[in-house]
């Protein structure tokens, strides 16, 4: 139940990243626990860096994975605590959305979002690993929904 991060904001040379990371929860400890590491790991993202808004993806599932939709409610549910007690708007994007912004199909693949976000900020290698990937292509898509992209 790893959650990845990623800051962007504006610099000199356009789109810039602050700081990236993995808020990782241990899965060897119940649920209550894991949920309050991803809590307590999204309030030190949001006191370290005060965004203006969090861009978090809406929740998809395949009927296949029902438990995995389940617990991304429940991680979606403490990040969107989170911002909130911390006054940070929260925008919701579909992950097809996100894919289709990016890597120009709703149908991309990890790999290919990796490579797009990191050829979108010139960046000398693929953001590593995925969930920072998705992080960073979901903030991309937000600032750009929000004007933030020139």
């Not at 990845?4 to 990243?17: M, N, S």
């Not at 307590?40 to 296949?64: A, C, N, Q, S, W």
């Not at 994975?65 to 403490?78: D, W």
């Amino acid at each position: 139940m790893d959650t990845g991060y990623g800051v962007l904001a504006r610099g000199a040379q356009g789109i810039e990243i602050v700081a990236t990371g993995i808020i990782a929860a241990a899965t060897d400890i119940p649920l209550e626990a894991r949920l309050a590491q991803i809590y307590d790991g999204m309030i030190e993202v949001l006191d370290g860096f005060t965004p203006d808004v969090l861009v978090i993806e809406d929740l998809y599932t395949e009927y296949k994975f029902p438990r995995t939709a389940i617990l991304m409610a429940h991680a979606r549910g403490v990040i969107c605590l989170a911002a909130r007690q911390r006054n940070v708007a929260v925008v919701t994007l579909p992950p097809a959305t996100v894919k289709r912004a990016i890597a120009a199909s709703g149908a991309a693949s990890k790999e290919q979002i990796q490579a797009s976000v990191q050829r979108m900020l010139r960046l000398d290698r693929p953001p590593h690993p995925s969930h920072v990937a998705d992080a960073l292509a979901l903030a991309l898509t937000g600032l750009s929904r929000l004007g933030g992209l020139a």
